[in-house]
């Protein structure tokens, strides 16, 4: 199995930073797309940012210029800082790897648990 763990959420003031980690682990042959979903309650689950493993990056229109998206590929590790953070951003941030177990699989989409980020106006 691959399992994501994310880390990093919190509460913190509109205005402020906050930097998300998720790493992937398990039985791992290849990662390819990885990326950050976030879910406000009453919502559906909505992008937030994308990176291939070649390190080209796709974000939703209103967290552009606010939040990067970044990889270490060694570590099967995606990051996402959020600066500027507005109360409209708070959710539960979920990590999402689309993974290959095996030289013999296909990708398959996997996903953490999330990590809750809630911002005080």
């Known amino acids: 199995q691959v399992q994501l763990v994310e880390s990093g959420g919190g509460l913190v003031q509109a205005g402020g930073s906050l930097r998300l980690s998720c790493a992937a682990s398990?039985?791992?042959?290849?990662?390819?797309?990885m990326g950050w979903y976030r879910q406000a309650p009453g919502k559906q689950r909505e992008l937030v940012a994308t990176?291939?493993?070649?390190?080209?990056?796709n974000y939703y229109d209103s967290v552009k210029g606010r939040f990067t998206i970044s990889r270490d590929n060694a570590k099967n590790t995606v990051y996402l800082q959020m600066n500027s953070l507005k109360p409209e951003d708070t959710a539960l941030y979920y990590c999402?790897?689309?993974?290959?177990?095996?030289?013999?699989?296909?990708?398959?989409?996997?996903w953490g648990q999330g990590t809750q980020v809630t911002v005080s106006s």
């Open positions: 990176i291939t493993s070649g390190g080209r990056t």
């Open positions: 398990g039985s791992i042959f290849s990662i390819n797309a």
């Open positions: 999402n790897a689309d993974a290959m177990r095996t030289r013999w699989d296909v990708f398959r989409a996997y």
